[in-house]
Nanobody, 124 residues
Framework: QVQLVESGGGLVQAGGSLRLSCAASGRSFSTYAMGWFQQAPGKEREFVGAVTRSGGTTIYADSVKGRFTISRDNAKNTVYLQMNSLKPEDTAVYYC?????????????????WGQGTQVTVSS
């Protein structure tokens, strides 16, 4: 079992930055690939980015490439989402997710565990 708790959300002006954190409880954090997803009001949850178990490989949605960076610290059981050059369209609830499966990390169904989400609001 893995429990995930996101933090770091808030209100920021367009062009600003935020760093989200996702702390995982339980053992063997390094055996889980981690993903970030966003869900805007009235929309489906969408893939933002993911990082492999070692942190050696990251993938991103086209909409955030070059602006967002995912990293992880396996010693601290934490994954981060650094968000720069934020836009109003980035406004959403951001969820982190964990999986011990192998597959397409852009797909929600690959993930076993989800956090409760943290709100990010970008004002224009």
């Amino acid at each position: 079992q893995v429990q995930l708790v996101e933090s770091g959300g808030g209100l920021v002006q367009a062009g600003g930055s935020l760093r989200l954190s996702c702390a995982a409880s339980g053992r063997s954090f390094s055996t889980y690939a981690m993903g970030w997803f966003q869900q805007a009001p009235g929309k489906e949850r969408e893939f933002v980015g993911a990082v492999t178990r070692s942190g050696g490989t990251t993938i991103y949605a086209d909409s955030v490439k070059g602006r967002f960076t995912i990293s992880r610290d396996n010693a601290k059981n934490t994954v981060y989402l650094q968000m720069n050059s934020l836009k109003p369209e980035d406004t959403a609830v951001y969820y982190c997710a964990a999986t011990n499966r192998y597959g397409d990390y852009r797909v929600m169904s690959v993930y076993n565990y989800w956090g409760q989400g943290t709100q990010v609001t970008v004002s224009s």
